[in-house]
């Protein structure tokens, strides 16, 4: 099999060559480490190929992605005797102890793990350019970002290295990257894929897991194998629909009543090119019988915001001095970026009360958020209010605090990490192009619990605006 060939399919398809007797796993882990080898150092998408990618492809388990190769993010992946180091030179060196049920489960499903996508450092950025392991750009233009802080895994799924790569998303980290590469990236509720076994719920229940992949079917699959319940879960939700979540993309959403907002909460002003992508979407879907109608959940984006700061902060700084005493180094500005630095410095100083009247300020605006919902099926914004921004954008040395970090990225961000914090479910899909060649993502959003409803819709949109066929510039077809 050529290159090309792999490339032009998706995990289901290569784990049906794989039972057809066409390919064998060992054969599709080979090619996912040439694919990387063609497009790194350009991609940068990869900080470490597994040595045995390949031997261990033969033992892959015979499930639905028999074969499969995937990457997996270099943050909490939990794969246990692999090195896991979060973008971050702090944490250089340091070996998962205890294997993910994630991780667990991406192998009993037939997957092959070949190696580890880049990641912002601690995943607190938006874009994915780190000191220790240098910057990630989109498959579209290498003078762009990748989106972070699943940057890697994005850019790899988007460059045809991998079809599927493990993400996680606490303020958009899925759908950032999955929008700037080109790529789909759903941000499950809060609860459908478990953090077992040590951790509880990362960010305070903001951060899920999940995957990005080229085909909405492949993610839909993904969910039916990594969103099964686990023993003692802190948070938990119904179970899959009849059928599982990939019977979904057969079914017919029915008329479904829908809200259309493009303007940014943060009060930037959207690009208008993707101001544009959103109306066509929205008449789009107007066409297919859903009624949609001009309007926007109501909440103070500055509360959020502080909010958001504090949470974010604590958290941070706890795991930043988790990782430490592990590795047994000191945070500093010689082992962090300068604006993680000081989100831990920050972090550290949040009293208990502090850190309460941000959970209560987020459940308020959560429960504003949410109370939309009860007018609305779903929610069609733009994933990002501008396209990619360049390479060097963001700056590792630069002098920053907390909330003018946060704050400086809001044009770029403000529709995706409330989203977070209410546990609602959301789907960045690649439906459209900017002049210059640039994906432009839509973001879909469902109430709690309500996946099947974005898959049904979603799989509507695939059919009618396709995205299989584009082929970024940066590609493991080129060259």
Not at 462 to 478: F, G, I, M, N, Y
Request: charged share 20%; glycine share 12%.
């Amino acid at each position: 099999m050529r290159l090309e060939e792999y490339a032009a399919h998706d995990g289901l398809a290569l784990a049906e060559l794989v039972r057809e007797g066409q390919v064998t796993p060992a054969e599709l882990a080979h090619l996912a480490v040439r694919g990387a080898e063609r497009t790194e150092p350009r991609l940068g998408a990869i900080t470490g190929l597994y040595d045995d990618a390949v031997e261990s492809a033969e033992a892959a388990e015979p499930g639905p992605f028999h074969g499969v190769p995937v990457l997996l993010k270099d943050l909490f992946h939990g794969d246990a005797g692999r090195p896991t180091e979060a973008g971050s030179r702090l944490a250089e060196g340091w070996v998962a102890q205890v294997q993910s049920e994630l991780v667990r489960r991406v192998r009993a499903c037939g997957m092959v793990p070949v190696g580890r996508a880049t990641t912002s450092e601690f995943g607190v950025m938006g874009t994915t350019e780190t000191i220790a392991c240098g910057p990630t750009s989109t498959p579209w233009s290498g003078d762009h970002m990748a989106g972070g802080s699943s940057g890697g895994s994005g850019a790899a799924v988007g460059a045809g290295i991998v079809p599927i790569a493990t993400g996680s998303d606490g303020g958009g980290s899925i759908r950032i990257p999955a929008s700037a590469c080109g790529v789909v990236g759903l941000k499950t509720s809060r609860g459908r894929v478990t953090w077992a076994p040590a951790a509880g719920e990362p960010l305070l229940g903001w951060a899920v897991h999940h995957v990005l992949t080229r085909s909405l079917r492949d993610t839909a699959a993904c969910l039916d194998e990594l969103a099964a319940p686990y023993p003692g879960e802190l948070f938990t939700l119904p179970g899959p629909p009849d059928g599982g979540w990939l019977d979904q993309l057969r079914l017919q959403p029915g008329p479904l009543r829908i809200a259309v907002c493009w303007q940014p909460w943060s009060g930037a002003e959207v690009v208008a090119e993707i101001r544009a992508a959103c109306e066509a979407t929205a008449t789009l879907l107007s066409g297919l019988g859903h009624e949609l109608v001009e309007a926007s959940p109501q909440f103070s984006w500055e509360q959020f915001l502080d909010a958001m700061t504090v949470i974010w902060s604590s958290t941070t700084a706890q795991t930043v001095d988790g990782f430490a005493q592990a590795v047994g180094r000191e945070p500093s500005p010689d082992n962090l970026e300068l604006p993680t630095f000081r989100m831990v410095e920050f972090g550290r100083a949040v009293k208990v009360g502090e850190l309460l009247n941000a959970i209560d300020s987020a459940g308020y605006v959560s429960r504003q958020v949410r109370g939309f919902f009860q007018d609305y099926d779903l929610l069609l914004t733009p994933t990002l209010g501008a396209l990619p921004a360049r390479l060097g954008t963001y700056r590792p040395d630069e002098e920053l605090e907390p909330k003018q970090l946060f704050g400086s990225w809001a044009h770029l961000e403000s529709f995706l990490p409330v989203f977070n914090a209410s546990g609602q479910p959301a789907i960045s899909l690649p439906l459209h192009m900017s002049e210059q060649g640039m994906p432009i993502g839509m973001q879909l959003v469902g109430r709690v619990g309500a996946e099947a409803t974005l898959l049904r819709v979603a799989a509507q949109l695939e059919q009618a605006l396709p995205w299989a066929a584009r082929v970024p510039p940066l590609h493991v077809s080129d060259g």
